[in-house]
C-alpha cells in the first residue's frame, strides 16, 4: 500500500510541475530543493514531507491540499 | 518558516481529531502509529511524511487533502 501511495503522488505531482510548464530543474530552484529529489519523488520514490509539501506547493503557486488531491486506491 | 508550518499543522490537525471525537489513543490504534507521535504532530514536533499524513486521513475518514487545508501565512 505504501508505495502504491509514493508512486500515485509520484505521478500526480509530475502533471502538476508539467502543467505549471516547469521542468524538474526550475521547481528545484523555486522551491529551494534539490533536483535529484524532484525526480525521486516523481519516481516514487521518496516519502515527502509536510514541510517539503508546502515548499513545492508555493513553488508550484498551489494550496498545499490540492499537492494531496491524489487517489491511490488499489 | 518551517516551525510554523508545524505548530498550525499541529493546532489544525489537533481540531481535526477532537471534532471526529477520538482520543490520540484510538486515533493511534486506528491509524497503526504510536501515541506519542500522534501527540508529537499536534505539538508542532513532527514534519510528518506523506504516508503518515495519509495514514491519520483513512483513520479520520477525511480525504488526505482536507489535512492540509490548514493556514500558517505570518
Given at each position: 500500500m505504501e508505495d502504491l501511495i509514493l508512486v500515485s503522488f509520484g505521478a500526480y505531482f509530475k502533471n502538476l510541475r508539467v502543467s505549471k510548464g516547469l521542468s524538474q530543474e526550475q521547481l528545484?530552484?523555486?522551491?529551494?530543493?534539490?533536483?535529484?529529489?524532484?525526480s525521486g519523488i516523481e519516481r516514487g520514490k521518496r516519502n515527502v514531507s509536510l514541510i517539503n509539501i508546502v515548499k513545492l506547493a508555493e513553488a508550484l503557486e498551489l494550496p498545499p491540499k490540492q499537492l494531496l488531491d491524489f487517489k491511490f486506491k488499489e
Open positions: 528545484a530552484l523555486k522551491a529551494d530543493l534539490d533536483r535529484t529529489y524532484i
